[in-house]
């Protein structure tokens, strides 16, 4: 079975504090990709990041990181002081590679709330 | 920087009235899905399109479901006769073969009201 869980449904955090978005995984195939997106108030979809199984490199970018880890099959997305502007619904999603033409299966969504 | 785009952004039909929701994928990509995303919920699968036919389908596409890619630019989804359920933001999305192909972008959504 292929399943994304975010066990976290809603976080409210202060302006300039650190805040870990969890993302855990389910799937059989060994290849396959993770993706983040945002989704803000607006209601479209932001792609953010993209990692394939076979690149466990953290990543940074600006305010935003990732931490992957194949061995626990989490994604975790970590926001730097954060912003009022990064209140949004933040969404992991799987894709698996292969056979499938690419669906993605997205997780319930993690809503952030940045309070100034 | 190319971009899907959909229209209409919003629509609200009668219960039983067909829709056509439109979606302009970006330019060089080939392959083209539908999602919808039920008020405060998360985003599902409904279907896949490469090479002029569905690849992959989800149990939510069923027989009130269909897509067409009428010409070289649109990409539609069409609901036969609506039901108060297929009330969602439905957003279409595109993926390239070339340079990040496994990244799908979406359209800013259209949010349908079924009454």
């Known amino acids: 079975a292929q399943k994304v869980t975010q066990a976290q449904t809603e976080i409210s955090v202060v302006e300039k504090e650190d805040v870990t978005l969890d993302c855990v995984y389910e799937?059989?195939?060994?290849?396959?990709?993770l993706f983040w997106y945002k989704q803000p108030p607006s209601g479209e979809l932001v792609f953010l990041i993209r990692?394939?199984?076979?690149?466990?490199q953290n990543e940074i970018s600006g305010r935003y990181s990732w931490n992957f880890q194949k061995s626990t099959s989490s994604f975790n997305f970590t926001i730097t002081a954060s912003q009022v502007v990064d209140s949004a619904v933040y969404f992991c999603?799987?894709?698996?590679?292969?056979?499938?033409?690419?669906?993605?299966?997205f997780g319930k969504g993690t809503k952030l709330s940045v309070k100034p | 920087e190319p971009e899907v785009t959909q229209t209409p952004s919003h629509q609200v039909t009668q219960m039983g009235q067909e829709v056509i929701l439109r979606c302009v994928p970006i330019?060089?990509?080939?392959?083209f899905y539908w999602y919808r995303q039920i008020l405060g919920q998360k985003v599902e699968f409904l279907v896949s399109?490469?090479?002029?036919?569905?690849?992959?389908k989800s149990e939510i596409f069923d027989d009130q479901f269909s897509v067409e890619r009428p010409d070289g630019s649109n990409f539609t989804l069409k609901i036969r006769s609506t039901k108060l359920e297929d009330s969602a933001m439905y957003f279409c999305?595109?993926?390239?073969?070339?340079?990040?192909?496994?990244?799908?972008?979406f359209g800013p959504g259209t949010r349908l009201l079924v009454l």
């Open positions: 999603a799987l894709m698996n590679y292969g056979g499938s033409q690419g669906n993605l299966i």
């Open positions: 799937t059989r195939d060994t290849t396959y990709y």
């Open positions: 399109f490469y090479n002029n036919e569905i690849s992959e």
């Open positions: 330019s060089n990509h080939l392959y």
């Open positions: 990692r394939n199984s076979f690149d466990e």
């Open positions: 999305a595109s993926r390239s073969l070339q340079g990040s192909q496994e990244t799908q972008y």
